[in-house]
């Protein structure tokens, strides 16, 4: 009686409630462990990535023993697709810190490189590790996995660079679609999801020996102490000049959550348009496309918060209005907030038993994928990134393994106070990455359908030769490193 009553609560607006509610107790549990916990806190494991196995755990044990899921899998959801680009919204609408061409570090000048090389570097390691992932699952296909999708290997790149959220984004619409049918309902998205959590524990454990590698090189002693005090937070930074007060007739922070909602209603807006236009030209390509725009809304997203905040600029202006809205450290607060959450419930709507067999392609990925990208980058940043390679390679391997808050992570172990251009480089390369990985996704969506993994693979290819032609020019291929 009491697992049909839960079975069909399960479904309901306050059981959903329930959910969002938990998967906050979950986060808050994690902060503690994270504190008090020397393993975890010497990990550099995000409290997001540790609430998330603590629910998927938690779930896990809950569905084996009584046979319900204590979570709702529509809130669940709901929270990993929207908060996603609701994140990059609020990090777009950031008023751009004042950054300079040269950084000094002692005697030693480090001149920044150029943001569309940093673009070009993260959809480079997006497309090598699309390869990998194809290359092992086209061999594990053709040998001891004939029912295998041999394209599901172009998962990794959205797992591994762009988180759970992409990934399961993807492979929900792999799902739809009946790309991974053999293995269940939602096999795709299980698989997705469980692979990015792989690569989160890929830029944290080998991060951790990359990071000391580092160190006992430079002679750096490395802080482990989590528990420092935090800095003084100036009023300047919550109340700049010519902006609108903490409060007045509206809250600040409520006015910074209404800009991020109105934007993203402009972009959902814009999707639903986009699909009638597709849906009316009888294109079926542009049919296809569909699913793949709204998986990929939050690129369409990150366009629409620049546009209104050029919007917002040119207003005040030419006077129209007489305050700046968007406020740097709020918005940052928000996009903190809604990555931590949606990592977390990412990782708790990972299904472990309805993977089955698919565990085999999940462990041979994750590990062929995250040696490639250590090798890749360890390649790359210290020949494009000359002056400051070591905390090129650390921030852009966290990155490309776990989120953009995974690398900066790991760059802060060996620059604490972010003085050399790698953090800048991480967030201005996220930016200019999202026109580059345009045709990426394009291939993606169509690698799955049969007859296409071909042209596909040989598309990718092509795409990371050129670009890697471009990160080079001008470039020697001799090592350098302090």
């Keep these: 009686m009491v697992t049909e009553y839960l079975n069909l609560a399960n479904e309901s607006l306050s059981f959903g409630v329930i959910t969002v509610c938990s998967i906050c107790l979950f986060i808050l549990i994690a902060n503690i462990l994270r504190r ?6 010497r990990s550099l494991m995000p409290s997001a990535v540790i609430a998330g196995l603590l629910g998927l755990i938690t779930k896990e044990i809950v569905l084996a023993v009584w046979g319900f899921n204590i979570f709702s899998v529509a809130a669940l959801s709901g929270l990993v697709y929207h908060l996603l680009p609701i994140g990059f919204i609020a990090l777009c609408l950031r008023e751009k810190d004042n950054y300079t061409s040269e950084f000094n570090r002692g005697k030693i000048k480090l001149e ?49 660079g762009q988180g759970p959220q992409q990934a399961s984004a993807t492979g929900y619409i792999w799902d739809a679609a009946g790309h991974m049918a053999a293995w269940g309902q939602d096999s795709a998205k ?31 002693t490395l802080a482990r102490n989590d528990n420092q005090k935090s800095g003084e937070l100036s009023s300047y930074s919550i109340e700049g000049p ?3 007060p903490l409060s007045e007739s509206i809250d600040k922070f409520t006015l910074q959550i209404c800009m991020v909602g109105g934007t993203y209603l402009l972009t959902i807006g814009t999707v639903i348009g986009i699909e009638m236009i597709f849906r009316a030209s009888g294109v079926r390509f542009l049919i ?24 917002l600029r040119h207003l ?24 931590d959450i949606s990592i977390t419930a990412a990782l708790a709507l990972i299904s472990v038993f309805s993977l089955g067999t698919l565990w085999i392609p999940v462990f041979v990925l994750s590990t062929v994928g995250g040696i490639v990208t250590i090798l890749y980058l360890r390649f790359v940043t210290y020949r494009i990134y000359r002056s400051y390679g070591d905390e090129a390679f650390l921030g852009f391997y966290g990155m490309e393994t776990g989120t953009i808050a995974n690398g900066m992570i790991l760059l802060r172990e060996i620059d604490r106070n972010f003085s050399t251009p790698a953090s800048d480089d991480l967030v201005i390369g996220s930016s ?49 490193g302090k």
Excluded: C
């Design 36 to 41: 008090k916990i020397p393993l975890f806190r």
């Design 288 to 311: 296809d496309l569909i699913p793949t725009i709204w998986g990929f809304a939050f690129m369409l997203a990150a366009l629409a918060a620049i546009l209104v905040k050029n919007i």
């Design 190 to 220: 299980n698989f997705g999801l469980t692979l990015a959590a792989f690569g989160f524990l890929w830029a944290s454990i080998p991060g951790i020996i990359l990071i000391n590698q580092v160190a006992k090189k430079r002679g750096i």
């Design 242 to 244: 010519d902006e609108v």
């Design 316 to 339: 005040v202006k030419s006077g129209v209005m007489h305050r700046k809205y968007p406020n740097s450290y709020l918005m940052n607060r928000i996009s903190g907030a809604a990555f």
């Design 112 to 160: 920044r490189v150029a943001a569309a090389k940093s673009g070009s570097l993260i959809i480079s390691s997006y497309l090598i590790q699309g390869l990998t992932g194809i290359a092992v699952t086209v061999l594990l296909g053709a040998t001891f996995m004939p029912q295998l999708n041999k394209a599901v290997g172009i998962i990794l790149p959205l797992a591994y």
């Design 432 to 480: 200019a990455a999202i026109i580059l990985g345009f045709p990426l996704l394009i291939l993606i969506a169509q690698a799955p359908r049969p007859g296409n993994l071909w042209w596909v693979t040989l598309a990718i290819a092509l795409y990371f030769i050129v670009l890697n032609i471009y990160l080079f020019h001008g470039v020697s291929l001799k090592k350098t």
